[in-house]
């Protein structure tokens, strides 16, 4: 389904719901490790049609669509669960905060950043030039303030832009072709990202993802990693109906255009 991850990418897509990604990580030449399982039966489906095992859990929040599968997993795969040490999450056996780290046996190790904004406790991973940052940051757009405030996930978004350019970015969701119409609104003359809306259209009529996305990309056409631009901050200010005179607050009137958009 991925259109776009080099043959040596050890990451796949495996869908879940409506627009959801589980990404499974190659930790060897019959296992997977996955990230924030929501469904079980998607990972089983893919375990069983190609007789691999299971390794490992990452978490990367609480909410459901991201965890409600680790107990069924684990039912038949008693693997370490890894996720954010600030969250009450059943069947977390390895509590992470940040700058620890994770070893998935072949692979190097990733590091833990933690990433407060959509939720509390939120957490990203990171290495091996692979993001997986689960709703923090979205290809176009960025996760929902549901228990953090502007500022906070403002630094987070930051923190994960100041990684190197072609980091892939591996978010959860399927919402860029969305996002992307709300960026347009933002800045109508960023023609990055109106050759990136060509390219999305074109995949997602032949079926295909968009993910994974690359950090630069992302610094190119995503609003919300862009408010120091002219055009941005006007259009914060326009939603805003008044000045935002730093860039938190360009962003935090950008967050509340795209919630009432």
């Known amino acids: ?26 930790t060897g030449p019959d296992s997977i490790a ?25 978490i990367t929040h609480h909410h459901w669509d991201h ?14 669960v890894y996720g954010p040490a600030s969250e009450d999450i059943d069947g977390i056996t390895q ?7 994770v070893q998935l046996q072949t692979l190097e190790t990733l590091q833990v950043l933690a990433v407060p904004g959509h939720t509390r406790g ?8 692979m993001l997986f940052c689960g709703d923090t940051l979205f290809s176009g757009g960025c996760g929902r303030l549901f228990e953090g405030d ?4 403002f630094e987070s978004l930051q923190k994960l832009a100041a990684l190197p350019g072609e980091t892939r970015v591996y978010c959860t969701h399927e ?18 990202l109106k050759t990136y809306m060509e390219d999305v259209a074109r995949w ?18 995503n609003p919300f990693l862009r408010v120091e631009q002219t055009a941005v901050k006007a259009a914060a200010e326009a939603f805003n109906e008044g000045p935002c005179d730093t860039a938190v607050q360009v962003f935090a009137a950008l967050r509340r255009f795209k919630d009432m958009s």
């Open 175 to 192: 919402y860029t072709q969305a996002n992307l119409g709300f960026a347009w609104k933002v800045e109508p003359t960023n023609q990055a």
């Open 150 to 153: 502007a500022p906070t996930m």
């Open 67 to 80: 965890t409600g599968g680790i107990a069924e997993l684990c039912a038949r795969y008693p693997v370490p």
């Open 1 to 26: 389904m991925n259109k776009s991850l080099p043959h040596q990418d050890p990451v796949f897509a495996i869908p879940a719901f409506k627009d959801n990604y589980i990404w499974a990580i190659r």
């Open 34 to 58: 996955v990230v924030d399982p929501g469904d079980a039966q998607p990972v089983l489906a893919v375990l069983a049609e190609r007789q691999w095992t299971l390794s490992a859990i990452l």
């Open 95 to 101: 509590p992470l905060s940040e700058g620890d780290r």
């Open 122 to 129: 939120h957490i990203a991973y990171f290495g091996q030039g």
């Open 204 to 221: 997602r009529q032949a079926g295909l993802a968009t993910l994974p996305s690359t950090l630069a990309k992302e610094k190119a056409i």
